[in-house]
């Protein structure tokens, strides 16, 4: 039921997005925009949903008694609450999984969505992966390579570009930064190996290719990256003096979205079952949610501001981790009836 009224809320948010906020006001613009939102509800709102579904199923059991009557006969409260735990752990470890690729590719979906009918758009940091484009001009192709571009500043890191003239390697180009500029590329440092005079050497080479424009519409904002792209962009910008932390951060901030409701989970429960008390879970669930985007900022001011590995941050996990294990201990312990 919970989840329904969930979803009921985002497909009345959708509906007034499109309606409001869309250039175009089309039924097939509408079922998409609904499906992929509602995908991402299971991220974001799966800890509410198990404290409010926890909330809930324990009001009755306080209301009859039923806990009480089930100490008794010295059964632990860990016993009660195995099936939820084991829930919310099943959960996590889907949304963790889900967190490598479907969850991004749910959003890059949304984010194309907004990007083409939506009528005002933000200024995102987007950037191009790995990309590779020929081109040809005077009987010379060039075979264009770069390990990464942002495409918000033009800059280009990791170059390498083979030039063939007449079936044959002329030319091959490496730099390890450089910028786009309209329609040429310079790079800065390159070193430039000519295979017909076989001199080598290190200049500044500008290469005439396409306008940065026409390659916007394959770019990614970083969260739209896989769990395998992230791991390679942050070993390539580390190799090339680029800001690593930044897609360190997203992997941290996946991993700590994904197993939070495995930890509140555990915590609420245990605060549940010794107050009797649904007032002080509730409070409890807001402070670790206010606990949570303390962390997931810190991460990020860590990875953005100062330039700090973000893994760091796994200091704060203590705290989560310390207060669940208090919890299993109490649970399984019991409580004085």
């Not at 992997?251 to 107050?275: A, C, D």
């Amino acid at each position: 039921m919970i989840n329904i009224i969930f979803i009921g809320v985002v497909i009345s948010y959708t509906t007034m997005d499109v309606i409001t906020a869309f250039k175009e006001k089309k039924l097939d613009i509408l079922v998409s925009y609904m499906f992929n939102m509602s995908l991402l509800t299971f991220l974001y709102l799966l800890p509410i949903s198990l404290f409010l579904s926890s909330i809930i199923l324990f009001r009755r059991f306080f209301s009859k008694k039923l806990d009480l009557i089930i100490q008794g006969f010295s059964v632990p409260p860990l016993e009660v609450v195995k099936s939820i735990l084991i829930l919310a752990l099943f959960l996590s470890a889907v949304n963790t999984l889900l967190s490598f690729s479907f969850y991004p590719s749910v959003k890059r979906s949304l984010f194309h969505i907004e990007k083409e009918f939506k009528k005002r758009q933000k200024v995102e940091k987007l950037v191009l992966n790995n990309f590779w484009i020929a081109v040809q001009e005077d009987g010379v192709k060039k075979f264009v390579n770069f390990k990464l571009i942002e495409l918000q500043t033009g800059m280009i890191y990791g170059s390498f570009i083979v030039e063939v003239r007449d079936n044959s390697i002329a030319r091959l180009i490496r730099s390890d930064r450089g910028r786009w500029e309209n329609d040429q590329v310079v790079l800065e440092n390159a070193i430039v190996e000519d295979f017909r005079t076989s001199k080598r050497e290190e200049k500044n080479v500008i290469i005439p290719l396409v306008n940065i424009n026409e390659v916007e519409g394959m770019s990614e904002k970083i969260d739209h990256l896989s769990f395998d792209s992230l791991l390679n962009l942050y070993t390539v910008a580390k190799e090339i003096g680029l800001n690593a932390n930044i897609y360190m951060y997203e992997i941290m901030n996946r991993l700590t979205l994904s197993l939070f409701p495995l930890f509140s989970t555990v915590i609420v429960l245990g605060y549940l079952l010794k107050y009797r008390d649904l007032r002080i879970p509730s409070v409890i669930f807001i402070v670790l949610v206010f606990c949570l985007l303390l962390v997931i900022t810190v991460q990020k001011l860590m990875a953005e501001r100062f330039g700090i590995n973000p893994v760091y941050s796994l200091i704060f996990g203590v705290f989560f981790v310390g207060l669940s294990l208090k919890s299993l201990y109490d649970l399984g312990k019991g409580f004085r009836v």
